[in-house]
């Protein structure tokens, strides 16, 4: 008799942590004047969002916490209900710049990204990711998802 042998990884412990990963990523390069390639666009729609209230060197020093805030704790997966309404507030936010410059971040409207616009696009596999992590760390997987495959139907 052949023994299955179970698949030690969990996709969403992967998941988590490369999101995780990013997210500390992109924050600390923040805290590194002109590291960032979002640096300038981050700048000018927390400048947009705060009606200029807010300096944009602190502007972007707490958004450089809050990325690495959200990557460490993606990371340990710690409190993850309050870490992910966190990381899709962050989320929401990042496509501001579609509304504030869309001549920054688009060749031609609708459908002619920018580089920028591109790369504010991407943002939709972390919103899924993160619908993903919300249903696993916050309503609890259905264990159909949890069977090895050679199981599945």
Request: proline content about 5%.
């Amino acid at each position: 008799m052949t023994e299955i042998k179970q698949n030690t990884l969990n996709p969403f412990k992967i998941l988590s942590i490369s999101i995780g990963i990013i997210y500390l990523w992109f924050g600390v390069l923040k805290f590194f004047f002109g590291l960032s390639p979002a640096e300038q666009v981050a700048s000018q729609t927390i400048h947009q969002l705060t009606f200029g209230l807010l300096p944009d060197r602190i502007a972007i020093s707490a958004l450089a916490v809050w990325e690495c805030v959200l990557g460490t704790m993606l990371i340990l997966r710690r409190y993850m209900k309050f870490t992910l309404i966190l990381m899709f507030a962050h989320m929401c936010l990042t496509f501001t710049p579609f509304v504030f410059f869309p001549h920054q971040t688009f060749m031609h409207l609708p459908y002619d990204f920018t580089l920028l616009g591109q790369y504010i696009m991407k943002n939709i596999i972390i919103i899924s990711s993160g619908a993903v992590l919300w249903q696993y760390y916050v309503k609890g997987t259905p264990t159909v998802y949890m069977r090895p495959f050679s199981e599945k139907q």
